[in-house]
């Protein structure tokens, strides 16, 4: 066809030309446009050399639509990408349905325009979400660095303000870019807080380890005055005592050096505390004669408080207590204290029979008895016919309130022994 016929628009008319001299053009419509020459091949050559330009184009289009449709990609990046392939297609020196590839451009970026306000909607929540989260991990940060130094659990803080740090790092890596501004600031912060809670950390530790070395130094001397005692043997054990009391109040070198100073401490009491152990030892084994000897006598003894004769059980148990006593002491105190319980209350028994004679036998506690005794007789007399009155009568409460006081006087006749 050459470069002179005008085609009339229909879809059988081919998309391209190409005239004698090789000129190649395309058609737009019901117009021809010229995209260039291809002077030195045959028209099929021209023609497919700018066909496969618009080919080119084509495939940049069915690519950003195919990306726009699977998802995953950015809208906006895509927006970009298809506004540079449109502005290709406008006048490319391509043969093809460029009008076409230009249409389905202006869908494309129609659709990428709505997507891309979403998208850019969705960053904004984004960021306002991962700005309200370092906000938090910032006043967290800062909440811990406000506490007091003294009441700080410094190990559980440090692997807290860790942990912040490292959630910090995660989202600065995955969560979304920050404002420039926003991020420093938040930053700063945080940076500040983590500054102070690690200089307070720094001066505790300091006077810890200053309180550690005067506690330190003063138990050192305590164990050494306390391994001077040795040679006192159980007599130092007083001193031990008033050197324990010092231990308690002298406050922690660390727990090391606590537990190494407090075996030397211990051991230097055991040791006085050992010399104890063996006197008494060896009082317990001398003390095994005269234990049984006082088992013995308790045996006479539970025997006193039966007989009749309590001037004879006194005399007994006198001879018993003498004897007793010059048994002499015994080990260990427990077993003594033991034994002589056992006799005393064999001796409180005597002593309460000796206290009821005495009693008994007491001139005015007899006379008190006797001038009692004659008055309830007298008052039984008298209540006797005042019952026998009231029984003639027939008055049966005078007969009850004589006969409860009959009985009464009575009762208290007996108890008296009259």
């Known amino acids: 066809m050459s470069a002179t016929e005008e085609p009339t628009p229909d879809s059988a008319v081919p998309w391209g030309r190409v005239d004698d001299d090789g000129t190649v053009s395309v058609r737009e419509g019901d117009q021809w446009r010229v995209v260039g020459q291809f002077p030195d091949g045959t028209p099929e050559e021209a023609l497919a050399y700018f066909e496969r330009k618009y080919a080119d184009l084509a495939a940049e289009v069915s690519l950003i639509e195919v990306r726009h449709r699977r998802g995953g990609a950015a809208a906006g990046d895509l927006r970009r990408s298809a506004t540079t392939v449109r502005a290709k297609v406008t006048g490319a020196a391509a043969v093809g349905d460029l009008a076409g590839l230009e249409a389905r451009l202006g869908v494309l970026l129609e659709a990428l325009e709505s997507a891309t306000a979403q998208e850019a909607s969705a960053a904004h929540e984004a960021v306002e979400a991962a700005v309200a989260e370092r906000t938090a991990l910032v006043e967290r940060a800062e909440a811990l660095a406000a506490k007091d130094p003294?009441?700080?659990?410094?190990?559980?803080?440090?692997?807290?303000?860790?942990?912040?740090?490292?959630?910090?790092?995660?989202?600065?890596?995955?969560?979304?870019?920050?404002?420039?501004?926003?991020?420093?600031?938040?930053?700063?912060?945080?940076?500040?807080?983590?500054?102070?809670?690690?200089?307070?950390?720094?001066?505790?530790?300091?006077?810890?380890?200053?309180?550690?070395?005067?506690?330190?130094?003063?138990?050192?001397?305590?164990?050494?005055?306390?391994?001077?005692?040795?040679?006192?043997?159980?007599?130092?054990?007083?001193?031990?005592?008033?050197?324990?009391?010092?231990?308690?109040?002298?406050?922690?070198?660390?727990?090391?050096?606590?537990?190494?100073?407090?075996?030397?401490?211990?051991?230097?009491?055991?040791?006085?505390?050992?010399?104890?152990?063996?006197?008494?030892t060896a009082q317990a084994e001398e003390s095994k004669e005269r234990i049984a000897r006082k088992q013995e006598l308790l045996v006479q003894a539970r025997a006193i408080p039966d007989l009749?004769?309590?001037?004879?059980?006194?005399?007994?148990?006198?001879?018993?207590?003498?004897?007793?006593?010059?048994?002499?002491?015994?080990?260990?105190?427990?077993?003594?204290?033991?034994?002589?319980?056992?006799?005393?209350?064999?001796?409180?028994?005597?002593?309460?029979?000796?206290?009821a004679e005495w009693k008994r036998n007491n001139p005015e506690t007899k006379a008190r008895a006797n001038d009692l005794s004659r008055q309830l007789t007298d008052a039984i007399a008298k209540l006797e016919d005042e019952l026998a009155a009231a029984t003639a009568s027939g008055d049966k409460r005078a007969i009850k309130d004589a006969t409860e006081a009959l009985d009464a006087r009575k009762a208290w006749l007996r108890a008296i022994g009259g």
């Open 150 to 280: 003294q009441s700080i659990q410094w190990k559980q803080a440090s692997a807290e303000i860790a942990d912040l740090f490292a959630q910090w790092q995660s989202q600065q890596q995955n969560g979304p870019r920050l404002p420039k501004s926003t991020a420093q600031a938040l930053w700063n912060r945080f940076r500040d807080a983590r500054s102070s809670l690690e200089r307070h950390r720094r001066a505790f530790y300091a006077d810890l380890d200053e309180t550690h070395k005067q506690a330190r130094d003063q138990k050192t001397r305590l164990v050494e005055r306390a391994e001077a005692l040795a040679p006192k043997g159980e007599d130092g054990i007083p001193a031990y005592r008033a050197l324990l009391d010092e231990w308690k109040s002298s406050g922690r070198a660390g727990k090391k050096v606590d537990d190494a100073l407090w075996v030397r401490f211990k051991a230097a009491g055991d040791a006085l505390y050992g010399a104890r152990v063996q006197r008494e």
């Open 308 to 355: 009749g004769d309590l001037a004879a059980a006194r005399a007994q148990l006198a001879a018993l207590q003498r004897e007793w006593d010059e048994v002499g002491r015994i080990f260990p105190r427990d077993t003594e204290r033991a034994l002589d319980d056992d006799l005393r209350k064999i001796e409180q028994n005597v002593r309460g029979r000796e206290d």
